[in-house]
């Protein structure tokens, strides 16, 4: 099964940029970016399938930009413009694609394989 390792994450001015990695070990095809705030659920930001057919979430309003290498089995989330509601715990995750509706993962609920989680902190 698919094993995830994220790094990146930390703290960072409102308007800042971040990027986070996670390298993705196995043969999902699917793979995501979701994040959770304290007293809040998980929330999708962005998804890659197929062809790096790419989804996201209204939210990020084109300031977050998901990419893969494949060469090197690496996802990645840029963020930019950051605002302090972006404050979370960061997940990525990956599913085999034929599992999900149109063959395209982007729910919590459409993957099974989460990375450990890495902290973002924007502050003002």
């Known amino acids: 099964q698919p094993h995830l390792e994220q790094s990146g994450g930390g703290s960072v001015q409102t308007g800042g940029s971040l990027r986070l990695s996670c390298v993705v070990q196995?043969?999902?095809?699917?793979m995501g970016w979701f994040r959770q705030a304290p007293g809040k659920g998980r929330e999708g930001i962005a998804s890659i399938g197929y062809g790096d057919k790419t989804k996201y979430a209204t939210f990020v309003e084109g300031r977050f930009a998901i990419s893969r290498d494949n060469g090197d089995n690496t996802l990645y989330l840029q963020m930019s413009n950051l605002k302090p509601e972006d404050t979370a715990t960061y997940y990525c995750?990956?599913?085999?694609?034929?599992?999900?509706?149109?063959?395209?993962?982007?729910?919590?609920?459409?993957?099974?394989?989460y990375g450990q989680g890495t902290q973002v902190t924007v502050f003002s």
């Open positions: 196995g043969t999902a095809e699917c």
């Open positions: 995750a990956a599913e085999y694609c034929t599992y999900c509706p149109d063959l395209h993962c982007f729910g919590p609920s459409d993957f099974s394989y």
